[in-house]
């Protein structure tokens, strides 16, 4: 594979466009533009939980997986008629959140985000993922947008949730759990 960038900077965009991977350009705001940046954005937070100690192998691969996945997202909302997450994508994300869940508590409160530098990244994630799904689904009310797009970043969401419960305990710690009445 050759170089893909030679040159970070063209200064096309300078007139508030940007490329597409088909070669159109589209305005820096465009909803398109704005759901791919998300999660590129998602991309970059589950980088930050990576640098953490404590994320253990099976946890390690797992999200090492979901990066790839993302920059494909990124590429099927950068050229509109590719796809690539399939349904297979999806039930692989499934079955990593039934593994994860397997060892945790059942919830009977609402968690807040926090427990450790790991869980917290986790969760900072996890709120960034759904950032994405919503834009994600706010350019698939005019736009084409793949099906499997979709499904695949709601359960992202989820298994970042549960990897966030399964982090907060790995070094011996808890989650704190929200309490209407404090005192």
Excluded at 115 to 134: K, M, P, Q, S, V
Excluded at 140 to 153: I, K, M, N, S
Aim: hydrophobic residues 45%; glycine residues 8%.
């Amino acid at each position: 594979m050759g170089h893909r960038l030679s040159k970070i900077y063209t200064r096309t965009g300078d007139d508030g466009t940007t490329g597409l991977a088909d070669g159109s350009r589209v305005a820096k705001h465009a909803a398109r533009v704005e759901a791919f940046g998300n999660v590129d954005e998602t991309n970059s937070a589950i980088g930050l939980v990576l640098a953490e100690d404590l994320i253990d192998a099976p946890l390690r691969r797992c999200l090492l997986d979901v990066q790839h996945d993302l920059f494909e997202i990124g590429a099927e909302l950068s050229l509109p008629d590719y796809r690539a997450i399939t349904a297979d994508s999806v039930a692989a994300l499934e079955a990593e959140l039934d593994r994860i869940n397997a060892d945790l508590p059942p919830l009977k409160e609402f968690v807040l985000p926090g427990g450790n530098r790991a869980a917290a990244a986790c969760h900072l994630a996890r709120t960034i993922c759904r950032r994405a799904e919503r834009s994600a689904w706010a350019l698939a009310e005019t736009e084409a947008v793949g099906e499997q797009l979709l499904r695949y970043l709601n359960r992202l969401s989820d298994l970042l949730f549960v990897a966030a419960r399964s982090l907060a305990r790995a070094d011996g710690g808890s989650e704190t759990l929200w309490q209407r009445e404090r005192g």
